[in-house]
C-alpha cells in the first residue's frame, strides 16, 4: 500500500499546479482578448466621428492639409494663423498620403494613430519573444510575447489618446521598430543602421524621441566604442541633413516653431509632478507585471553578490538576449523619464508620457 507522501503523493502535486496554471493563463488571456477586441471595436467606431475630438485635431487637420507647401505650413508666427506648429512634417506628409485614399484628413489621421497602435504592441510582443532566455519553450515564449502585446492596451494614457489625431504614436512606433531591429541586429552581429534610420523618422515625427537612440548608443559604447561611434555619425549626419532640408525649404522658420517657440513656454514643476502621479498609477497594474523582467537581476544578486553585476549586464558578453534587452530598454526607461520633465510647460497632456 502507497503512503500518502510516498511518490504518487508527489506526483499528484505537480497536475494539480498544471490543471491550475492552466485555467488561470486560460482565464487572464481570454480577459485580455475580450479587452482588446472591445478596445479596437470602441476604437474604429470612434475613427469616423466627423467632429474632432479635441482643439489639437483641428490643429493637425490645418497642418496636413499644408503640408505640401512648407512654407505655408511653417509661417512666421506674426501672420495668420496665429498658432505654432510644434512638430516636424513627417506625421502630417503621412496623414496628405494616406488622405488621398480615405477622402478625409480627420479619418486617415486618426487611422494612421491606430495603426501605429497595433504596430507598437506587435513589436513589444516580437522583441519580448526575442528576448527570451535560451530553452525557454515555446508555448511560454508565445504566451509573454501574447501579454506584452495586449497589456500595451491596457494603458490609460495610450486608451485616451486613441484614436485623436496626433504624431505621437507615429514617432512611437518607429522607435520601437528601431529598438527592435538594434535587438535583432546585435543578436546577429550586424551593424544595426536600419534602427538608426527608424529613430531619425521618428525625431522628424516628433523631436523629443531621444530616448532610445541614445539608449541604443550607449549600449552600443559598452561593447566597442569606435562602431558606436560609426552609428553616431550616420544618425547626427541623416537628421542633420533632413533638419537641414527643411530649414532651407521654410527659410529657417521650422527651427523656430519646433525649437524656439516651444522653448518659451511657461515650466510648471508642479503641473509635471501631478501629472507623473496620475500617470504613475494609471500604470500601476503594467508597471508591475514589468517589474518580473527584474527577476534575473535579483536572482543574480541573490546567488552570485552584487561585484558581478556590472559584468552580467554588460553586453559584451553577447551570452543573452535578455540582457541586452534588459540594458537598451532601462536606459530608454531612465532617459525617457528625463525627457517626460517636458510635460512641464503650459497645454501638454499625458500623451507626453507615452513613451
Not at 486617415?108 to 535560451?134: E, N, T, Y
Not at 508555448?139 to 510575447?145: D, E, I, Q
Not at 566597442?224 to 522658420?253: D, N
Request: net charge positive.
Amino acid at each position: 500500500m502507497q503512503r500518502p507522501g510516498g511518490p504518487k503523493g508527489k506526483t499528484v502535486q505537480p497536475e494539480k499546479r498544471k490543471i491550475f496554471l492552466r485555467i488561470y493563463l486560460t482565464a487572464l488571456f481570454t480577459l485580455l482578448m475580450f479587452g482588446a477586441v472591445a478596445f479596437a471595436t470602441e476604437t474604429f467606431r470612434k475613427i469616423y466621428f466627423p467632429f474632432a475630438w479635441d482643439d489639437d485635431e483641428g490643429a493637425v487637420w490645418w497642418e496636413s492639409a499644408h503640408v505640401t507647401h512648407l512654407r505655408a505650413l511653417y509661417h512666421p508666427i506674426q501672420q495668420y494663423p496665429y498658432f505654432v506648429v510644434p512638430y516636424p512634417p513627417v506625421f502630417h506628409a503621412l496623414t496628405w498620403l494616406v488622405q488621398r485614399i480615405t477622402g478625409d484628413y480627420l479619418v486617415a489621421g486618426r487611422l494612421i494613430c491606430v495603426f501605429s497602435a497595433i504596430g507598437i504592441s506587435l513589436l513589444l510582443g516580437a522583441i519580448v519573444w526575442d528576448a527570451s532566455m535560451p530553452g525557454t519553450p515555446g508555448g511560454v515564449r508565445a504566451g509573454g510575447s501574447a501579454l506584452a502585446s495586449l497589456l500595451c492596451f491596457r494603458l490609460d494614457a495610450l486608451n485616451a489618446y486613441i484614436p485623436e489625431m496626433g504624431v505621437d504614436l507615429l514617432a512611437l512606433f518607429f522607435t520601437f521598430a528601431g529598438v527592435f531591429l538594434f535587438l535583432r541586429h546585435n543578436q546577429k552581429s550586424r551593424a544595426p543602421y536600419p534602427a538608426f534610420a527608424c529613430f531619425v523618422v521618428a525625431i522628424l515625427a516628433k523631436q523629443t524621441m531621444l530616448a532610445a537612440p541614445l539608449a541604443c548608443l550607449l549600449a552600443a559604447t559598452l561593447v566597442s566604442r569606435a562602431k558606436a561611434l560609426r552609428y553616431f555619425l550616420f544618425f547626427i549626419c541623416s537628421s542633420g541633413a533632413a533638419v537641414g532640408l527643411l530649414a532651407w525649404a521654410t527659410h529657417g522658420e521650422i527651427l523656430r516653431h519646433v525649437l524656439l517657440y516651444n522653448a518659451v513656454q511657461p515650466f510648471s514643476l508642479g503641473h509635471w509632478i501631478r501629472g507623473f502621479s496620475a500617470n504613475l498609477l494609471a500604470t500601476a497594474p503594467v508597471a508591475a507585471v514589468s517589474c518580473l523582467a527584474l527577476l534575473p537581476v535579483l536572482r543574480h544578486l541573490r546567488f552570485e553578490g552584487r561585484r558581478s553585476l556590472a559584468a552580467w549586464i554588460h553586453p559584451r558578453a553577447k551570452t543573452s538576449a535578455l540582457r541586452q534587452a534588459l540594458t537598451v530598454l532601462g536606459i530608454e526607461l531612465a532617459i525617457a523619464l528625463l525627457i517626460s520633465l517636458t510635460y512641464g510647460k503650459s497645454g501638454s497632456g499625458l500623451h507626453y508620457f507615452l513613451e
